[in-house]
């Protein structure tokens, strides 16, 4: 089992910054890949950006240039910087665990979820 604490959600007017963290505790796998997901009011949840533990990174299109993911691993640790906030970004951003247990077979774990507000 992995345990997923989020923290730094909060909210905030247009054009602002926020940082998230997400700290994974338990049975960490060597190999893993740490992101966020966010869900607004109404939508499905979608991918923000993920890392891997060779801190390989990928963006949804909507954030690139304004999000940065990054991770410590020796925290188990993964960040997620958000700059130039929109109102459209306001939505539960949920941390996200994938360990690989062996070939073809990963193991996926959620945060509970923070709130992120923007106001315009």
């Known amino acids: 089992q992995v345990h997923l604490v989020e923290s730094g959600g909060g909210l905030l007017q247009a054009g602002g910054s926020l940082r998230l963290s997400c700290a994974a505790s338990?049975?960490?796998?060597?190999?893993?890949?740490m992101g966020w997901y966010r869900q607004a009011p109404g939508k499905q949840r979608e991918l923000v950006a993920t890392?891997?533990?060779?801190?390989?990174?990928n963006y949804a299109d909507s954030v690139k240039g304004r999000f940065t993911i990054s991770r410590d691993n020796a925290k188990n640790t993964v960040y997620l910087q958000m700059n130039s906030l929109k109102p459209e970004d306001t939505a539960v951003y949920y941390c996200?665990?994938?360990?690989?247990?062996?070939?073809?077979?990963?193991?996926?774990?959620w945060g509970q979820g923070t709130q992120v507000t923007v106001s315009s």
């Open positions: 338990g049975n960490i796998f060597s190999i893993n890949t």
């Open positions: 996200n665990y994938r360990g690989r247990v062996s070939d073809g077979f990963w193991r996926e774990y």
């Open positions: 890392i891997t533990s060779g801190r390989s990174s």
